[in-house]
């Protein structure tokens, strides 16, 4: 389970996607199966900006602003995997019939959207891993690490290596808020806590170690369990 990192300050990171697609491809070969889950990223923080800089926008609308852009994202890498993943993007809650019919479909990568306002897209993430029997999530974003507090403002932010999901969820805001900026969300955290799920937290750029994570060996990064 995937959460990927897809962008960069200058757009679609075309050169990290490329070495994206070649990993995943060499682990599905081994025999590995993901369910790759699209944030909203850059495009939907700079939409939700915009909103909210013309007009006073519900949270509601800003939250579909940002799943509109998981949309985007997702539909992109089904067109990057198109001969390799499951067919459609499964862009909402998926009936116990759709469930039953997804996991028969003998693919070995599918891709998610965001689905519904009120949470991030790292619920979906969870969700499916229960769903589909996974222990961990990993979330591959632009961070290596969880921290004690926000690094962008707070220059002494210390690194967390492991951490309990009930101590994890001290150190974030109790509500969602669209867009906001922490590595698992609070309504996320509720849920993995409540099915004992852990979650990997790294960067999404570094290959290496990514691959170390899904073996299950030591890497730089983040365990929430």
Known sequence: MIVPHLSDEGGVDVAFLKRFRQFLLGEIRRGRKFIVVTGGGRTARVYQKAASQISKVSSDDLDWVGIAGTKLNAQFLLSVFRTEVYPQVIDHKPSPKELQAI?????????????????STDFEAVYLAQEFGAS????????????????????????????????????????????????????????????????????????KNFKKAIEGKEFTGTIIS
Do not use: C, M
């Open 103 to 119: 996991k028969k479909s003998r693919k070995n990568l599918y891709i998610v959207s965001g689905w519904y306002p009120g949470q």
């Open 136 to 207: 961990e999530v990993i979330n591959a974003s632009n961070i290596a690490f969880a921290y004690d507090k926000d690094p962008k403002k707070y220059k002494d932010a210390k690194p967390i290596r492991e951490i309990s999901w009930r101590e994890y969820r001290k150190l974030i805001p109790q509500k969602w808020t669209p867009g906001l900026s922490t590595p698992i969300d609070p309504v996320t955290a509720r849920l993995a806590e409540k099915t004992g799920l852990q979650v990997k937290i790294l960067k999404g750029s570094d290959l």
